[in-house]
Nanobody
Framework: QVQLVESGGGLVQAGGSLRLSCAAP????????MGWYRQAPGKQRELVAR???????EYSDSVKGRFTISGDNAKNTVYLQMDSLKPEDTAVYYC?????????WGEGTQVTVSS
């Protein structure tokens, strides 16, 4: 069973930055997709950004130009650099890593942006 380990959430003022990371320690498979989703109170979980092994990235319109996703396939680790944070970015952030057509989710990390 693959378990993902997330870190990097916290409380930050509007305009600040945070960096999230997510790893799949011990996994010997190669991830085909790595990404981040978020869920705010009362809302559905939504895609933030994802990266495809060697084939580019995808961002939601709400974070384009402010967030940057990157990945290390050798370590099965994905990062999310979040700059110019806004109060509306407040949510629980979940990482997703796909191995062999199966998705694995992290436990979630809280990001709170104060105004």
């Amino acid at each position: 069973q693959v378990q993902l380990v997330e870190s990097g959430g916290g409380l930050v003022q509007a305009g600040g930055s945070l960096r999230l990371s997510c790893a799949a320690p011990g996994s010997t498979n190669t991830a085909t997709v790595m990404g981040w989703y978020r869920q705010a109170p009362g809302k559905q979980r939504e895609l933030v950004a994802r990266i495809f092994s060697g084939r580019g990235t995808e961002y939601s319109d709400s974070v384009k130009g402010r967030f940057t996703i990157s990945g290390d396939n050798a370590k099965n680790t994905v990062y999310l650099q979040m700059d110019s944070l806004k109060p509306e970015d407040t949510a629980v952030y979940y990482c997703l890593i796909r191995f062999s057509l199966r998705n694995y989710w992290g436990e979630g990390t809280q990001v709170t942006v104060s105004s």
